[in-house]
Structures are given as structure tokens and as C-alpha cells.
């Protein structure tokens, strides 16, 4: 079958078999972790320790968190907020008598690598003293673990169990800032658990916040006397430059030929001093390096003098070329850094003088009038523009250059949008009714969703069976859908696949769903790499084609090797097998029989329809896709295995991106007649046979 471009009907592994490579950016999985510069490195521990910024403020930090039940910590990047301040408190005992300092982060790679640091720096094994908890992986020991690292997600799952937290004596909303999903729900239910905890300490932590929004939100003090305030706010400052702001006097229309561009102009007209540029994902950063790439190779054949170093840096990047942005480099050469917004409070990058700001960023996004989420290229706020701007003046005075107008940036949001307001909330409904909040709508949030999002939702989850008519949880399929790690589609799934006679096989797949960047495209071998992907293709689309990669992957005796040779991502098949088994787990717990389709694709494939019905579109004559429910324009993603194929009449997705167009993502051929036997909450045949959505009935 090599080379073939033929696409096989549900190939089945030992005939031989792959697709293309994506960053998902806002996916939580990723896998690899974010570079982390260390100027003290060559010191002692402890030296090290005392040199960051935050040090200096330690007897103030505890004395706060003695005194207020609620702090609030603003410091710049790499300060030592998230290393020291826990260590600060078990130092002081907060964490004796078997009682946890527990640290929250919004994303799953940073709690891994704060904790391997922090056991580190306390000479201590990871998972013992120090350890963390992020979903499918617990490296953390109840009798032992002081001081444990989450992700915020897990903090709301802990509450499932132990809905007070009463083994933790203080409690660090790191990275608030993020205001991501989890986050924000975090912040709501702990304010609900402070109220019946006067005992327990909360510490909001933060590069940039709007303070005064989260003390209103915290102060429990309802005296109106400042004096008997509960919440305080500390800033431990960073030396920072004034910044020269540049706009540019008419719009620009393609801003990453304006990039490269003003990159050019900078190397040419200015002093010393590295760039920092900020654009919005992956393919970008990458065109604008290869750019930047041949124009520094032309000047040098000029014979300029200084040359240009250009690095790419995001968070898909393997750790090695992300440590390259660190390095320092000769005076002759000037270092250009090509980023996506993990530049901007994730990670920094000293000696940057220069700043070039797209004004753009990529956002998980929900449109309530479409039921649609995706992920869409947004204009920032001007939060985030000045932050970027800030970058530059760190080592000196410096300059940003704003590639858009003064008039678009007054039109900028003032800040980010919390993803709480631009998400489908079904998944956190479904959490709050776990924990006991029957009235979603009057839950304390800090942002509150928009009304027609709720709604939504709860129309979802009561379509999926999570729900009955009175917007209760149902009795088990609701209880256990919630109980799942998983947004409820996947749940509800995985939950019927016994149903179906195809357990093993979703459960694989869900796995393997869980994974970005299973195929492996490196840059100068895409035709090898897509050669070898295609020989997984199916013709029944994405997620046949990775229960395929996964079975043979099984069958190679999980070989590297064998990865290699097929352009397999090897350490994502590692953890697909190892989410495959959490996840077997917890079927076997809720007694999902456990069976398999023996090769029959339909049979699997109305077991994903039973899940993902929501999500499905059909064939339009002009060769795109329209939504169901609202006849939305869909397109099928270039990494999708149906993508160039002849495009079947309906397909369900997991989910859709947004950057030119709508691009469906993990896509699969399905019928018709499927949906309305497996959704007919959502969905009823039309008297001329074609099929139309209706509005479910929810509450
Ligand atoms: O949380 P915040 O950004 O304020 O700083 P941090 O994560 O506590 O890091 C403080 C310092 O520890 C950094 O500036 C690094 O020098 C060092 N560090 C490290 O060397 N390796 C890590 N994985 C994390 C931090
Ligand atoms: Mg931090």
C-alpha cells in the first residue's frame, strides 16, 4: 500500500499504514514543556533562591497570608512567585500536621516542571515532599506531599470528594491572569469554601491582574471599613524601562510581510539591541523565521557587518531549540525571536530592545448564535499589547513598533475577554451540578457567562442524557459523565461504547484524541512524513485512521523505531497508552462492558455519532460543509485524513478552528439516518427526507 494515494476502507493493522502534523496551541495536552531561563544557574541553590526579586518580600508575604484570608500577588515573570512562595510557607509551617500548601496552574506542563524545580531546589525526590497532580497523572503521596502542584482543573475535581479541601491550609491561584475556564471556576467555588473556611488562606498569583477586580471579588469585608478588609495586595516590582511606542500611519494589510519588514528596518536603522516578535501561531512564526532566514543570508552575501540570528520559539517546539532564545550572542549579531503569545507572560527573554506587535492572538472562542466553539485569530486588549510593549524595556530603554494604527488600538478591548465568557460551558455546568450548585445561573462568578451560552449548554447536556427535564443530574449516566476527565461528548461516548459493542476501540480512540501532534511533519521531509501517514488513512476519516496508528503501534511492540521510520510522534503514543488505560479504569469502575466492534467501522462509528452529535455538518454543492443546527460554513482541516479525498455527505468533528475560514478538526464520515436514531432530541427527518435540528427542550 505504500505510497498509495488510494484510501483504504477501514484498514485494519499488519496491512501497513498514516496525516499531517498541527500545533494545538490552546490544547492543555502538549506534551514537551516550556524552556525556563536561569541566570543564577552557576550559584548555589540557596544563593540562587535569595537573588530572585521576591525574596526580599518574604516576611511581608507571611505576614499577609497570617493576617488576610485572601492575597493578592502581582510580580513580573520569572520573580520567583511560583517556586518560593510555596517554599516560604512550609518553611514558616504551613504545611505541619499533615496539612498541604497546594499550588494550582492552568496548564498541566507547567505544574510537571515547577515541581520537578521545586523538589529540586529542596534536594528532595519528586512525588515525596513535593509533588503533583495533573489529570491522568498523579505524582504526589497523601502521607508525604507538603507542597503540591495542580492544575486548576484538578483542584474542582479534588472538591468532588473532599468539597470543603480540608487538607490544605493554603491554596495559590497561580497564573490568575490566564482567567482560563478552570480558573475562574476555581475562584468562584473557593470563595464559596472561604466562606465556610476561615481557616484557609487563599493566594492569587499573577504577572499582570487587575488587583483591584479580584479584591473586590475576595474582600469579605462587607463593613465598608477598610481596616477589617479579609483581602490584601502585594506587588513585588521589576525594574522596567520606559518603552518608545510606534504605530504605523495606515492599516496594514498583511502583517507578516509588514513584520519581516520592520525586522529589516530595525537591523538596518537601529543600535544594538535583540527583537522580540509576536505573532499568532505555529505556521506563522515559522514563515516569517524562513523569511527573515533568506534576507539575512542576502545581507550577509552584501557583506553587512552585523548579522541577524532568527529563532523560533513556541510552545510546540522541541525544549532543546526553545533554550536556543536564551542564548546570549556576540555584540556583532543581532538575536530576532520569532514568538507566539507564549512570549508575552509565559516565558522571558533577556536583552530584547525591540518589540513587533501583530495585534493579534489566537483564542479558543464560542459563538452562542452558532453553538459553534473554535479556535479564532482576536485582536488583543490593550492589556496584552502593553505587556508585550513591556517586554522591550526590561535590560534598558527600548521601542515597541504596533503593526496597526493609534485609532485601532483605542479600539482595542481593555482586557482579555475570560475564556468563562467565550467557551461552551457544558462541561463546567456539569462540574457545578456535580458539586451540588443546582442553580448554575446564580453561582458566583467572577465574570459572569453570557445567559444564551448557559442555556445552551444545559440544552446540550440534556440531549446527552446528562440531564432531565428538571436540569437535574441523571441518575447514573449524568453522576458518571461528570465523574469523567473529559468534556461530556467524549464521556458520553466512552460511557455507551459497551452499548455499542466497541468499548476497546473508543476507548483508544478517545486516548489518542487526547494527544496533539501524533504524526510527525518535519519541516524539510513533508513528503516522506505524509507518504507514511497515508498508509493509516481510511477512508472513513480521523479517528478510524489513529484507532489504526495506536493498534499497529501495539502490534510494533510500541517500538521507537518503528515510530520513526513512520513519522510517529513516540512519546505521544507512550502517553495515549497510558491515558488509554486510565480511562479503561474508570469504564471498568462504571461496569461499561468491555467489547469490541472485531473490525466492523459502523458499528464504531454511531458509537462516536451517540457523543458528537452536536457536531455535525453535511455536503454543501458548493464542495464546503454547513452546520445542522444553523447551516454554518465549514471547510475540512488540511491535517484531517479526508482532507483532498473525494468529501463524504455528513461527517461529525470534534472540534472546529477558526483562521481564514471555520475548519472542522478530527473529522469522520458518518450517516444521515444515524443522527436521527442516536439524537432524536436534537435532531428530526424532514418530510422531504432531508434532516433539520430542532431546538431542544430543556428546564
Ligand atoms: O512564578 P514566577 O514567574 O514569578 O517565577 P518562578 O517560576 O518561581 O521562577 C523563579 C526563577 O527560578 C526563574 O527566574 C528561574 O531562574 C528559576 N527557575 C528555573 O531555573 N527552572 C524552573 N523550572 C523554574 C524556575
Ligand atoms: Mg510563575
Redesign the pocket.
Same mark, same amino acid.
Given at each position: 500500500m505504500a505510497g498509495s494515494r488510494s484510501m483504504l476502507k477501514f484498514w485494519k493493522p499488519g496491512s501497513d499504514a498514516p496525516a499531517i502534523s498541527e500545533e494545538r496551541e490552546l490544547n492543555t495536552e502538549t506534551i514537551g514543556s516550556t524552556a525556563?531561563?536561569?541566570?543564577?544557574?552557576a550559584l548555589s541553590i540557596e544563593k +540562587?533562591r535569595q537573588k530572585?526579586p521576591?525574596f526580599k518580600h518574604r516576611n511581608n508575604i507571611l505576614y499577609l497570608v497570617e493576617n488576610f484570608q485572601t492575597v493578592i500577588i502581582v510580580?513580573?515573570?520569572?520573580?520567583?512567585?511560583?517556586? +518560593?512562595i510555596p517554599q516560604y510557607l512550609l518553611e514558616a509551617g504551613w504545611a505541619a500536621e499533615g496539612r498541604v500548601v497546594g499550588v494550582t496552574q492552568p496548564r498541566r506542563v507547567a505544574a510537571v516542571?515547577?515541581a520537578?524545580?521545586v523538589a529540586e531546589e529542596r534536594g528532595a525526590r519528586l512525588g515525596h515532599e513535593v509533588g503533583y497532580t495533573i489529570r491522568f497523572d498523579d505524582c504526589s503521596d497523601p502521607q508525604a506531599t507538603r507542597i503540591k502542584f495542580l492544575t486548576d482543573g484538578m483542584l474542582v475535581r479534588e472538591m468532588m470528594a473532599d468539597p470543603l479541601l480540608k487538607k490544605y491550609s493554603v491554596l495559590m491561584l497561580?497564573e490568575a491572569h490566564e482567567r482560563t475556564l478552570c480558573t475562574d471556576i476555581a475562584i468562584g467555588l473557593l470563595k464559596k469554601i472561604q466562606k465556610k473556611r476561615r481557616d484557609l488562606r487563599l493566594i492569587v498569583?499573577s504577572?499582570t491582574l487587575d488587583a483591584k477586580k479580584f479584591h473586590q471579588f475576595f474582600n469579605l469585608n462587607e463593613s465598608g471599613d477598610p481596616t477589617k478588609d479579609t483581602c490584601g495586595i502585594l506587588t513585588v516590582e521589576g525594574r522596567t524601562f520606559p518603552v518608545d511606542i510606534f504605530y504605523t500611519v495606515s492599516p496594514v494589510p498583511d502583517y507578516v510581510k509588514a513584520t519581516v519588514e520592520t525586522v529589516m528596518k530595525i537591523h538596518e536603522t537601529e543600535d544594538n539591541g535583540d527583537v522580540l516578535v509576536f505573532l499568532t501561531g505555529q505556521d506563522e512564526v515559522e514563515k516569517v523565521v524562513l523569511l527573515l532566514k533568506d534576507q539575512a543570508r542576502s545581507l550577509s552575501r552584501q557583506g553587512m557587518k552585523k548579522h541577524l540570528r532568527v529563532l523560533p520559539m513556541y510552545s510546540g517546539l522541541p525544549y532543546a531549540e526553545q533554550m536556543k532564545v536564551f542564548e546570549r550572542v556576540p555584540a556583532t549579531v543581532r538575536k530576532v525571536v520569532v514568538a507566539t503569545n507564549i512570549a508575552e507572560t509565559s516565558i522571558t527573554i533577556n536583552g530584547i530592545v525591540f518589540v513587533i506587535d501583530c495585534a493579534f492572538v489566537k483564542l479558543r472562542a464560542y459563538n452562542p448564535s452558532t453553538a459553534i466553539e473554535s479556535l479564532v485569530v482576536t485582536p488583543i486588549s490593550k492589556a496584552s499589547a502593553s505587556q508585550r510593549a513591556g517586554r522591550a524595556g526590561r535590560n534598558r530603554p527600548g521601542k515597541c513598533f504596533r503593526l496597526y494604527t493609534e485609532e485601532d488600538f483605542e479600539k482595542l478591548p481593555s482586557s482579555t475577554v475570560p475564556e468563562m465568557q467565550r467557551t461552551n460551558l457544558a462541561p463546567v455546568i456539569l462540574q457545578l451540578k456535580a458539586l451540588g450548585i443546582d442553580n448554575v445561573l446564580r453561582f458566583s462568578f467572577l465574570s459572569p457567562p453570557p445567559a444564551q451560552t448557559m442555556v445552551q449548554a444545559l440544552e446540550l447536556l440534556y440531549a446527552l442524557g446528562g440531564l432531565d427535564n428538571y436540569g437535574r443530574l441523571t441518575d447514573p449516566m449524568g453522576i458518571r459523565m461528570a465523574e469523567f476527565p473529559l468534556s461530556p461528548m467524549f464521556a458520553k461516548m466512552l460511557l455507551e461504547s459497551g452499548n455499542f459493542g466497541c468499548s476497546k476501540e473508543i476507548v483508544t480512540i478517545a486516548a489518542m484524541m487526547q494527544i496533539q501532534n501524533i504524526f510527525v511533519v518535519p519541516p524539510n521531509q513533508k513528503k516522506a512524513a505524509a507518504r507514511e501517514h497515508r498508509k493509516f488513512a481510511v477512508a472513513e476519516g480521523d479517528h478510524l485512521t489513529m484507532l489504526n496508528v495506536y493498534e499497529a503501534y501495539m502490534k510494533h511492540q510500541k517500538s521507537s523505531q518503528w515510530c520513526q521510520q513512520h513519522y510517529l510522534n513516540y512519546k505521544g503514543l507512550q502517553r495515549a497508552a497510558t491515558v488509554r488505560e486510565q480511562l479503561r479504569r474508570l469504564m471498568s469502575k462504571f461496569k461499561v462492558p468491555w467489547t469490541s466492534s472485531e473490525g466492523d467501522p459502523d458499528v464504531i462509528l454511531r458509537c462516536i455519532v451517540s457523543g458528537f452529535f452536536s457536531n455535525a455538518a453535511r455536503i454543501h454543492h458548493s464542495g464546503s460543509y454547513r452546520t445542522l443546527r444553523d447551516d454554518r460554513e465549514l471547510h475540512i482541516h488540511p491535517t484531517s485524513v479526508l482532507y483532498g479525498e473525494k468529501p463524504p455527505k455528513w461527517v461529525v468533528f470534534n472540534e472546529v478552528v477558526q483562521t481564514s475560514k471555520y475548519f472542522m478538526r478530527d473529522v469522520t464520515a458518518v450517516e444521515s439516518s444515524w443522527l436521527v436514531e442516536l439524537a432524536p432530541h436534537f435532531y428530526k427527518q424532514a418530510k422531504h427526507g432531508s434532516l433539520g435540528s430542532k431546538r431542544s427542550r430543556v428546564l
Open positions: 525556563v531561563f536561569n541566570p543564577y544557574i +540562587q530572585l521576591v510580580g513580573e515573570t520569572g520573580c520567583g512567585k511560583t517556586t +518560593q516542571s515547577v520537578s524545580r497561580d498569583a504577572a
